[in-house]
């Protein structure tokens, strides 16, 4: 098998290109021209024309699964077949990543592959949570549904991340530019005091001996700073891949002031989510939490879930685990007993996942809110104590010589 490149039109006259495997070029025409393509250009695939892919450490982002979900779910709805809707995302896609394995898909399903096994191949694009939806929306007769669903899930999810990383975003930018502030004033300007104190003859003020012993230590022990910080980087990072650390951590990021409730809010939420996304597509309760389980970040929680998991395989109800635990809310174990004792556990649960994701919502603004005042104290006080420490000395001279 050889690979071509090619540049074609689509039935919609748009221009789409890619790579082809064929025995011959005549071959790769005819399969071209067999999915409905107009191909203007044509030739084996070399080191001058071989289409080059770049992508952020080879995975699809999340908005991007969000947005095939969606498509994906209007062509089937319009009565597109499954392999039609894989040939016009793969040419559609702005991802060329993504768009190539969706191709990848397409050719696979050609040769009478089922959808999820189809998709099984690419694990790094497609998470887990999808292709059990897919799965069970095969074997159900339900795939329109259950892509409409992890639609759903992924823009909710897609939008929580982007709260969060916005609430991040800005106090962390100012605390860089205040540590910048900080070694700018105590590399450039303050040594250019020191020199003019090192005339005066009088005593220094106790806040300047440590400003200018800071100086120093930074221009002329940065040898030690450097590799000690790099070192207590390393040793955070190895502790937090310990199944010590994974737990230590986990239980920080709970009980920080400002972080701990917005850490417990974002977690009921992707639990409720996910658990109802799969419940209500079809799949077993036990294995739903299995999968959800593996899709929580924080270690104390994916414990928890795996516990209540294996209760749930003995007979018992879920609300009982969720609430013994200590990690939820009392307000996600009453909507799972409720839910159980209706027979609607995953409208329940899609219940909880909107209160709660409007509630990471809120949280996130009132910690920006929070934050904006105590960036500007701290760097108030930074800067405010090396401009002391530099004006001191001159102040009680005048006052001397006054």
Same mark, same amino acid.
């Given at each position: 098998?050889?690979?071509?490149?090619?540049?074609? &039109?689509? #039935?919609?006259?748009?221009?789409?290109?890619?790579?082809?495997?064929?025995?011959?070029?005549?071959?790769?025409? @005819?399969?071209?021209?067999?999915?409905?393509?107009?191909?203007?250009?044509?030739?084996?695939?070399?080191?001058?024309?071989?289409?080059?892919?770049?992508?952020?450490?080879?995975?699809?982002?999340?908005?991007?699964?969000?947005?095939?979900?969606?498509?994906?779910?209007?062509?089937?709805?319009?009565?597109?077949?499954?392999?039609?809707?894989?040939?016009?995302?793969?040419?559609?896609?702005?991802?060329?990543?993504?768009?190539?394995?969706?191709?990848?898909?397409?050719?696979?399903?050609?040769?009478?592959?089922?959808?999820?096994?189809?998709?099984?191949?690419?694990?790094?694009?497609?998470?887990?949570? &999808?292709?059990?939806?897919?799965?069970?929306?095969?074997?159900?007769?339900?795939?329109?549904?259950?892509?409409?669903?992890?639609?759903?899930?992924?823009?909710?999810?897609?939008?929580?991340?982007?709260?969060?990383? #916005?609430?991040?975003?800005?106090?962390?930018?100012?605390?860089?530019?205040?540590?910048?502030?900080?070694?700018?004033?105590?590399?450039?300007?303050?040594?250019?005091?020191?020199?003019?104190?090192?005339?005066?003859?009088?005593?220094?003020?106790?806040?300047?001996?440590?400003?200018?012993?800071?100086?120093?230590?930074?221009?002329?022990?940065?040898?030690?700073?450097?590799?000690?910080?790099? @070192?207590?980087?390393?040793?955070?990072?190895?502790?937090?891949?310990?199944?010590?650390?994974?737990?230590?951590?986990?239980?920080?990021?709970? #009980?920080?002031?400002?972080?701990?409730?917005?850490?417990?809010?974002?977690?009921?939420?992707?639990?409720?989510?996910?658990?109802?996304?799969?419940?209500?597509?079809?799949?077993?309760?036990?294995?739903?939490?299995?999968?959800?389980?593996?899709?929580?970040?924080?270690?104390?929680?994916?414990?928890?879930?795996?516990?209540?998991?294996?209760?749930?395989?003995?007979?018992?109800?879920?609300?009982?685990?969720?609430?013994?635990?200590?990690?939820?809310?009392?307000?996600?174990?009453?909507?799972?007993?409720?839910?159980?004792?209706?027979?609607?556990?995953?409208?329940?649960?899609?219940? @909880?996942?909107?209160?709660?994701?409007?509630?990471?919502?809120?949280?996130?603004?009132?910690?920006?809110?929070?934050?904006?005042?105590?960036?500007?104290?701290?760097?108030?006080?930074?800067?405010?104590?090396?401009?002391?420490?530099?004006?001191?000395?001159?102040?009680?001279?005048?006052?001397?010589?006054?």
């Amino acid at each position: 098998m050889k690979n071509f490149v090619y540049t074609a &039109l689509n #039935k919609d006259g748009k221009k789409v290109k890619g790579t082809i495997s064929a025995e011959s070029i005549e071959s790769a025409r @005819a399969t071209l021209r067999g999915q409905g393509l107009s191909v203007t250009k044509l030739a084996k695939e070399t080191i001058l024309n071989k289409e080059l892919e770049l992508s952020v450490g080879g995975s699809v982002k999340v908005r991007d699964l969000s947005v095939f979900c969606r498509q994906f779910q209007s062509l089937l709805g319009a009565g597109v077949t499954v392999i039609q809707a894989l040939e016009i995302l793969s040419s559609q896609t702005e991802n060329k990543a993504f768009a190539k394995t969706l191709r990848e898909c397409f050719h696979s399903m050609q040769k009478g592959s089922t959808l999820a096994d189809t998709l099984k191949k690419y694990p790094k694009v497609f998470p887990n949570l &999808l292709l059990n939806m897919v799965e069970a929306g095969e074997a159900s007769g339900s795939l329109e549904t259950s892509f409409e669903r992890m639609a759903v899930y992924f823009e909710k999810n897609a939008r929580i991340k982007g709260l969060v990383k #916005k609430a991040m975003i800005y106090p962390v930018m100012i605390l860089c530019v205040a540590f910048v502030v900080l070694i700018a004033m105590a590399v450039v300007v303050f040594p250019r005091f020191a020199k003019m104190f090192a005339d005066m003859d009088t005593e220094l003020p106790a806040i300047t001996k440590v400003v200018m012993a800071f100086s120093n230590f930074l221009i002329y022990r940065w040898y030690i700073l450097v590799p000690s910080v790099a @070192a207590a980087v390393v040793l955070i990072v190895s502790f937090g891949r310990t199944e010590k650390g994974k737990i230590f951590f986990a239980k920080l990021s709970m #009980k920080l002031p400002i972080f701990g409730k917005m850490t417990v809010k974002n977690a009921c939420a992707l639990f409720a989510r996910t658990l109802g996304t799969l419940v209500g597509a079809g799949v077993s309760l036990s294995e739903a939490l299995g999968i959800t389980a593996r899709s929580m970040n924080n270690k104390l929680f994916r414990e928890a879930l795996e516990s209540a998991r294996l209760e749930v395989i003995q007979g018992r109800s879920l609300n009982e685990p969720l609430r013994k635990c200590g990690l939820f809310p009392l307000m996600i174990p009453q909507m799972v007993r409720i839910g159980e004792e209706t027979g609607n556990i995953h409208g329940m649960l899609d219940k @909880a996942a909107d209160y709660y994701e409007d509630e990471v919502e809120m949280t996130t603004g009132n910690l920006t809110a929070m934050m904006e005042p105590m960036i500007i104290v701290v760097m108030g006080v930074i800067v405010g104590t090396m401009v002391v420490a530099m004006y001191m000395p001159l102040i009680q001279m005048y006052g001397t010589m006054g």
